[in-house]
């Protein structure tokens, strides 16, 4: 079964500063993975997804996250966070099959500070 | 822009007062799913339609119902909200046929109940 571990609740950061998410992940088969975004009050916006093609995986707004095997993790960094990124992040992983089931992580808070 | 609407944006109801919330999509996917957010959880999945095919989550209450009339437009039913059911509706889609790993979120409806 497919399971996903975001490890940080809450990220607090200063305006310019990198940003770090952490993201484990358990699949009994090659996944599909994602980071998805939520600002307040609003849907769930899609950073990035990565599948199989390139370890790196490049997304909007400045984001990337690298899957790693061998660790079974999926952070997703930015080199320079803005205060509009403040925000709910979702790592979730793909169940699989036919139609894919969204496995989510609890989600981490990022508070950016100026 | 190809996207996913939810209206209304806001909704409020009585208790016990049948509610209807709407879902419109321009992406053309064949899958639209419903999810319930509440506040500080992550997204959970009600059900999903294939097509016309219907398919319910096991622990989804029977006091949630949907309905898909077309390719387009899918609703969610709240025969008779409890105060626990105030929470965030999303809706989804994706394409079975082309990407069927990626789901892509309306804005959310925020269902209030008195």
């Known amino acids: 079964a497919q399971s996903v571990t975001q490890l940080d609740s809450h990220v607090s950061v200063s305006e310019g500063t990198p940003v770090l998410l952490r993201c484990n992940y358990s699949?009994?088969?090659?996944?599909?993975l994602f980071w998805y975004v939520q600002h307040p009050n609003k849907g769930l916006q899609l950073l990035l997804k990565?599948?199989?093609?390139?370890?790196l995986v490049k997304g909007i707004n400045g984001f990337e996250a690298e899957f790693k095997k061998s660790e079974t993790s999926f952070h997703l960094t930015k080199p320079s966070a803005h205060m509009s990124d403040a925000a709910e992040y979702f790592c979730?992983?793909?169940?699989?099959?036919?139609?894919?089931?969204?496995?989510f992580g609890a989600g981490t808070r990022l508070a950016v500070h100026p | 822009d190809a996207m996913v609407i939810q209206n209304p944006r806001y909704q409020v109801t009585q208790f016990g007062k049948p509610v209807t919330l709407s879902c419109s999509q321009t992406?053309?996917?064949?899958?639209m799913y419903w999810y319930q957010q509440k506040s500080s959880q992550a997204p959970k999945l009600l059900f999903h339609?294939?097509?016309?095919?219907?398919?319910n989550e096991a622990d989804t209450p029977d006091n949630f119902q949907s309905r898909r009339p077309n390719t387009s437009f899918c609703f969610l039913d709240i025969r008779s909200p409890g105060l626990g059911d105030a929470a965030m509706y999303l809706c989804?889609?994706?394409?079975?046929?082309?990407?069927?790993?990626?789901?892509?979120f309306g804005p959310g409806t925020r269902l209030t109940v008195l």
């Open positions: 992406l053309n996917h064949n899958v």
């Open positions: 699949s009994s088969y090659s996944p599909s």
């Open positions: 979730v992983v793909s169940s699989g099959g036919g139609y894919n089931k969204l496995i």
């Open positions: 990565y599948t199989s093609a390139a370890t």
């Open positions: 339609y294939y097509d016309k095919d219907f398919n």
């Open positions: 989804a889609t994706s394409s079975r046929d082309r990407d069927p790993d990626t789901q892509y």
